[in-house]
């Protein structure tokens, strides 16, 4: 039976992978370009034009839109593009949005102006602990170009990576990290603007190419975290992957009270017993990974480990080989929730590779 036409692509290929391979969920799209321009006329009545283009759906989108005017006092032109897919755990997007005007100098009444956007706006849903990357770079060049991509969730905004005033620059993008279950928000945008009048000409382009990854994470939450002082629970979640011989292997936490100092320690067995405000999720026999790490701003906690330098604590060497299980927690100081003054995240147990 032939799939309906009623269902957008991305959602019908999305089905149709296994659950296992699905980390986001498609919720709604926003892509287009745009372009505007003006030119003053000695008649009075200014030249404009204008063109937009809007993605229908969550397929393929390719769209190159044009404006220009042109009077006897001033000229202005725009141009806007766009390519983006948005694909199972994957979107890429490449998009440019230039505006240039120009004026007879000292010239009563001359004027001109331009403007131009080239917009990516992706909702999507994570309903697992995931891991992001994002690559490529903004860049933009004239007074009046800028361009930025930012990612942001129910909790906030997870990055932000701009340009914006005069001259030319490049940002490259390249961020990575964790994603909690819930609702995300990528948006990506190009803008270049210009304007022209007997004293002045300014024009600016902006211009943007971003690859966007959502993959499983190398490991899996378990037990249970209860609210901080912050009236949130610290959830842990794993970076890099779980190969020893690659040795990018990372602890992280959400959820933490700003600022709070804390310490990650693992162990081989699961347990479930209160400890401070939270509960212990990993069993005897722990090891510490030092130092102290402290929680910043928005509440997160991180470490990376080194497989080459040995733990404290605990009988044996508790090096961590590929063939092995280990179970992780963080321990961290929370003085304002009262009792013993601290208080724990969830488990993380992950299997580890040569």
């Known amino acids: 039976m032939a799939a309906s036409n009623s269902l957008p692509l991305i959602l019908l290929v999305a089905l149709a992978a296994p659950a296992s391979a699905r980390q986001f969920t498609p919720v709604s799209q926003n892509r287009s370009v745009s372009v505007t321009a003006s030119a003053n006329d000695a008649s009075g009545t200014p030249d404009t034009d204008s063109d937009t283009a809007q993605a229908p759906g969550f397929g393929p989108f390719s769209q190159t839109v044009n404006a220009s005017a042109s009077g006897s006092l001033g000229t202005a032109s725009s141009s806007a593009t766009q390519t983006s897919s948005i694909g199972v755990n ?88 964790i994603l909690v279950p819930g609702r995300y928000t990528l948006a990506i945008v190009a803008s270049g603007a210009a304007g022209a009048s007997k004293f002045y000409t300014t024009d600016g382009v902006g211009q943007f190419d971003v690859d966007f990854t959502v993959d499983a994470a190398p490991a899996k939450p378990y037990c249970t975290a209860l609210p901080n002082s912050a009236g949130t629970p610290a959830l842990m979640a794993a970076t890099g992957s779980v190969s020893v011989a690659a040795n990018d292997f990372g602890l992280e936490a959400t959820g933490v009270v700003p600022g709070a100092q804390g310490l990650f320690f693992y162990g081989k067995t699961q347990t479930m017993v209160p400890f401070g ?10 090891y510490r990974l030092q130092p102290m790490v402290a929680a910043d701003g928005p509440g997160r906690s991180a470490r990376a480990i080194d497989f080459t330098v040995s733990p404290t604590g605990g009988p044996g060497s508790g090096a961590i080989h590929g063939g092995t299980t280990w179970n992780f927690q963080l321990w961290y100081r929370d003085p304002a929730a009262g009792g013993l003054g601290f208080n724990l995240s969830d488990g993380l147990s992950a299997a580890f590779e040569p």
Request: glycine share 20%; with cysteine.
């Open 277 to 286: 405000s939270g509960f212990r999720c990993v069993g005897n026999h722990i």
């Open 90 to 177: 994957h979107v890429s997007a490449t998009g440019s949005g230039g505006a240039s005007a120009s004026a007879p100098q000292l010239e009563p009444g001359a004027g001109a102006s331009a403007h131009t956007d080239s917009l990516f706006e992706f909702v999507f849903d994570v309903t697992a602990v995931s891991t992001y990357a994002a690559a490529g770079f903004v860049s933009r060049s004239g007074p009046n170009g800028s361009a930025g991509v930012t990612l942001s969730g129910t909790s906030g905004l997870v990055f932000l990576i701009g340009t914006g005033g005069g001259g030319s620059y490049l940002e490259p993008l390249d961020e990575t990290g």
